[in-house]
């Protein structure tokens, strides 16, 4: 039998600039709608377990990305790696280019001065996509000082776009011929493994920044995602009973969540010690399922419109929601709480739909002032503008914002 299988027949939802055909599974974006439904409540302070959705993305990333590949394998005999990487850099780049130029300048209007000094120091470490290895150099803990970073939430980001880097170089090779899936699959499987008994074999450490951020402890989620995306996986996945599938989704699903509820924070027991290889493995089976068998029950809740909507809108919302969260004011109009959260989801979501609609889908889709001549002048001056914004905007002076003692005592 051939090593990749054609992609599942589901319902296809025609999309600006998407090649007629090419099979959508909206499941999967009703997946990512829940993860980052899952990470806006963590950050706002109301669901424990929330962190755990950026590892429901990773394992998407892995399926997806490695599906591509394999299927370019298959049809071309061949990846064309520099297509690959400017794909990827014109889905993830631009947006998060113009984040990071708006965070800049709105920390320096409204943000405290120790918020924008260390949003000043990260930003090249974000925009070199390392940002993970620099809060990792710096013990930057994710669970208790992320707070005082405005771009502490790209570490994920540049998690994968160093796999994105490093990953299709491996299948590009082990990918071609006669048995590459199967190569590409033990490759997966084999690097999860050595990945997780990293990450046990760093929890001991006092600070927990390094077996949670870096890219070679957090590398099983993409390569078990990766691994669901391979042919033995797939033929697997596809002769499950229809049924069946549909339930065991079902209680993934429930399993999941529940998971994000119940878990409390970084010293949850077992987290780093297979709990979190083990919530990653429930995801890809997961995904597995629901890309073999997306019709039914739960394929067709998780793809309904409000989870879609929302995966299709979660890379953005995920890039503005935390430096909304940080700059907004405590108390706004003298409302806080769960009101205040209410308000901060709000204004993110605003935020991530203009950033789909001006600046996301235009890159992605090749707008006529985003392709060619026009195209590279517009980089070019994105470039110029970001570096321009923070080599402009004045460091502020040590102490800054902080009260004198002696000045209060004087008479």
């Known amino acids: 039998m051939a090593d990749t299988l054609p992609a599942p027949s589901v319902h296809r939802r025609p999309r600006p600039g998407r090649a007629p055909g090419r099979a959508h599974i909206a499941p999967l974006d009703g997946l990512r709608g829940l993860a ?3 990470v806006l409540l963590f950050h706002a302070g109301y669901l424990g377990g929330g962190f755990l959705g950026v590892d429901l993305f990773f394992v998407l990333s892995g ?10 394998t298959q049809k071309r005999g061949r990846i064309h790696l520099g297509a690959f990487w400017a794909r990827r850099a014109r889905r993830l780049l631009p947006a998060l280019a113009v984040m990071g130029t708006a965070a800049l300048l709105l920390a320096w209007a409204a943000g405290p001065p120790s918020l924008l000094g260390f949003a ?23 669970f208790n000082a992320s707070d005082t970073r405005l ?44 990945s997780l008994a990293l990450m046990i074999q760093l929890d001991n450490v006092v600070d927990t920044t390094r077996a949670y951020e870096g890219t070679d ?23 499950v009973p229809g049924p069946v599938a549909d339930g065991v989704c079902a209680l993934l699903a429930c399993g999941l969540v529940a998971s994000w509820v119940l878990t409390g924070g970084q010293n949850a027991p077992g987290l780093f010690q297979g709990g979190l290889f083990a919530h990653s493995l429930a995801a890809a089976v997961l995904i597995a399922l629901l890309a073999a068998a997306p019709g039914g029950y739960a394929g067709r809740a998780l793809g309904s419109a409000v989870p879609r909507r929302l995966g299709e809108l ?26 205040r959260a209410a308000l901060a989801i709000g204004l993110s979501l605003v935020a991530a739909v203009l950033s789909k609609l001006l ?53």
Do not use: C, K
């Open 217 to 239: 402890t957090r590398a099983f989620a993409l390569l078990l995602g990766a691994l669901a995306a391979t042919a033995p996986v797939r033929r697997a996945a596809a002769r």
């Open 359 to 411: 600046v996301e889908d235009p890159v992605r889709f090749r707008a006529r002032w985003a392709t060619g001549r026009r195209g590279l002048v517009a980089l070019l001056a994105a470039v110029v503008v970001a570096v321009g914004v923070w080599t402009v905007i004045p460091r502020p002076q040590p102490g800054a914002g902080t009260v004198d003692v002696n000045r209060l005592m004087s008479p």
């Open 63 to 72: 399926f997806l990305i490695t599906g591509l590949l394999l299927g370019e």
């Open 151 to 194: 771009f502490s939430h790209l570490w994920s980001i540049a998690v994968e776009w160093q796999f994105y880097l490093v990953w299709p170089l491996v299948v590009a090779v082990a990918g071609r011929g006669r048995g590459g899936a199967r190569r590409v699959a033990v490759l997966a499987g084999a690097g999860a493994l050595a």
């Open 314 to 339: 979660s890379y953005s919302l995920y890039l503005w929601h935390w430096p909304v969260y940080l700059l907004l004011p405590q108390e706004v109009f003298g409302i806080g709480g769960w009101a």
């Open 120 to 142: 000043l120091d990260d930003a090249p470490w974000a925009a070199a996509q390392v940002v993970n290895w620099h809060f990792i150099a710096e013990q930057v803990g994710y």
């Open 36 to 38: 980052v439904a899952a």
